[in-house]
Every structure is written in structure tokens, then in C-alpha cells.
């Protein structure tokens, strides 16, 4: 194994790790939320420091492969998707962590109503499917997987905007903080969604050289 090789190998586990840490985060974030687990979301918060210095580890490991090794063609085009998924990742991580500031920012839980009017179950549902076929995607090198993404972005999109006209036609003004704090969420759940879908993009760009993002629609 020559030295680029062996770069190319341990880049790839550190993102593997980060997957795995920010799929742990989401998976906490959503028990915080439905348990109304203060502790839990003190923890996705302390966690978030440990995913922002592997962020940066990533980051320089990328830019150390760049500048001694000039990499090419495939080895190229993994080095440049991993340090784009690497900031995706991290984003989903502070997505997490936003939605649990908001669980520690309330008194007592969100109104179960309009919790299930905004259909959060079913986001929180289709965020982690999302990450769990990106990790596969990733791991297998499956185009195919990756793609099952794009469909599923597209549901989460669809809730969410019914979702917040539910909650605009029931409003309470006695549950003002609880509604905003909800919308709040569902939003970052949408995001979640799009930086996921941005991912599975890279991974088929890094797998097949095929820049989905920028192909016009048939």
C-alpha cells in the first residue's frame, strides 16, 4: 500500500466516525424531544465539541492529502467530497444541538396537539432513514442507496409545510414560546433533510464523477 493509499484509508475511517457520531446525536436529539429528556439534551449539547474537533481534523487531514500528495482523478474527487460531507455533517450536528436548546429552553413539554400536527414523529422518521442510507451509501459505495435519499427529501419537504399551516390555524397564545420553539424545530428538521439530500449528491459525485446538484431536469 503506497503512502496516498494508506491517507485515503484512515480519511476514510475518521468520516466513517464522524457519521456514526452524528447519527448518535440525531438518535438523542429525538428521545430528548419525545421523552422530554433534559439530561439527553445536555448531553447531544456537551457532545457538540467532540464533533466540531473532528470536524477540524478532517478538515486538515483533507488539506494535508491536497498539498503533499496532489491527488487525482478518483483519489481527487473522494478527497474533495469528504471535506464537503465533513461540513454537512457537522451541520446535522448543530442542528441537533439547536433542537435540544430548545427542549432545555422550556418548562414543560411541547403541546402533544401540535406536536402531532406538525407531524414531527414522521420527520424525525425520515431524517434518520436518510442519514442511516447515506452511511450505507458511504460504506458500500452504493449509488443506489444514495439515491433513495432524494425521495424521501422530498417528504420531509411536504410535511414540513403542512406542518406550519396546522399550527398557524390552531395558535394558542397561552403556548406562544412552545409553538415557536416547535416550528423551530420542524424547520431544522427540513434543513436536516436538504444537508442529507447534499451528502448523498457528494457520495454519487465521489462514486461516479456525476454531479447530480447541477443535472437539468428531463
Given at each position: 500500500?503506497?503512502?496516498?493509499?494508506?491517507?485515503?484509508k484512515e480519511l476514510r475511517q475518521e468520516l466513517?466516525?464522524?457519521?456514526?457520531?452524528?447519527?448518535?446525536?440525531?438518535?438523542?436529539?429525538?428521545?430528548?424531544?419525545?421523552?422530554?429528556?433534559?439530561?439527553?439534551?445536555?448531553?447531544?449539547?456537551?457532545?457538540?465539541?467532540?464533533?466540531?474537533?473532528?470536524?477540524?481534523?478532517?478538515?486538515?487531514?483533507?488539506?494535508?492529502?491536497?498539498?503533499?500528495?496532489?491527488?487525482?482523478?478518483?483519489?481527487?474527487?473522494?478527497?474533495?467530497?469528504?471535506?464537503?460531507?465533513?461540513h454537512e455533517l457537522e451541520r446535522i450536528a448543530?442542528?441537533?444541538?439547536?433542537?435540544?436548546?430548545?427542549?432545555?429552553?422550556?418548562?414543560?413539554?411541547?403541546?402533544?396537539?401540535?406536536?402531532?400536527?406538525?407531524?414531527?414523529?414522521?420527520?424525525?422518521?425520515?431524517?434518520?432513514?436518510?442519514?442511516?442510507?447515506?452511511?450505507?451509501?458511504?460504506?458500500?459505495?452504493?449509488?443506489?442507496?444514495?439515491?433513495?435519499?432524494?425521495?424521501?427529501?422530498?417528504?420531509?419537504?411536504?410535511?414540513?409545510?403542512?406542518?406550519?399551516?396546522?399550527?398557524?390555524?390552531?395558535?394558542?397564545?397561552?403556548?406562544?414560546?412552545?409553538?415557536?420553539?416547535?416550528?423551530?424545530?420542524?424547520?431544522?428538521?427540513e434543513r436536516a433533510g436538504d444537508l442529507n439530500?447534499?451528502?448523498?449528491?457528494?457520495?454519487?459525485?465521489?462514486?461516479?464523477?456525476?454531479?447530480?446538484?447541477?443535472?437539468?431536469?428531463?
Amino acid at each position: 500500500m503506497t503512502q496516498i493509499e494508506q491517507e485515503i484509508k484512515e480519511l476514510r475511517q475518521e468520516l466513517l466516525n464522524m457519521f456514526i457520531a452524528v447519527n448518535k446525536q440525531l438518535l438523542k436529539t429525538e428521545k430528548a424531544f419525545f421523552d422530554f429528556d433534559k439530561d439527553i439534551a445536555y448531553e447531544v449539547y456537551n457532545t457538540e465539541k467532540r464533533i466540531n474537533a473532528l470536524e477540524l481534523k478532517i478538515d486538515r487531514d483533507c488539506e494535508n492529502i491536497l498539498a503533499l500528495y496532489s491527488p487525482v482523478a478518483v483519489d481527487l474527487r473522494f478527497v474533495l467530497s469528504v471535506y464537503k460531507i465533513n461540513h454537512e455533517l457537522e451541520r446535522i450536528a448543530d442542528i441537533a444541538e439547536g433542537i435540544c436548546k430548545y427542549i432545555n429552553g422550556l418548562s414543560k413539554p411541547f403541546p402533544s396537539k401540535a406536536v402531532e400536527d406538525v407531524r414531527i414523529a414522521e420527520m424525525f422518521i425520515h431524517c434518520k432513514s436518510m442519514l442511516e442510507d447515506v452511511i450505507v451509501a458511504f460504506e458500500n459505495e452504493d449509488t443506489t442507496i444514495a439515491r433513495k435519499v432524494f425521495k424521501k427529501d422530498e417528504l420531509l419537504n411536504e410535511i414540513n409545510e403542512g406542518g406550519s399551516s396546522n399550527i398557524i390555524k390552531n395558535y394558542n397564545e397561552k403556548d406562544a414560546k412552545s409553538l415557536f420553539f416547535l416550528l423551530s424545530c420542524v424547520r431544522k428538521l427540513e434543513r436536516a433533510g436538504d444537508l442529507n439530500k447534499n451528502i448523498a449528491e457528494e457520495l454519487i459525485f465521489s462514486i461516479e464523477s456525476n454531479v447530480v446538484k447541477h443535472q437539468k431536469k428531463k
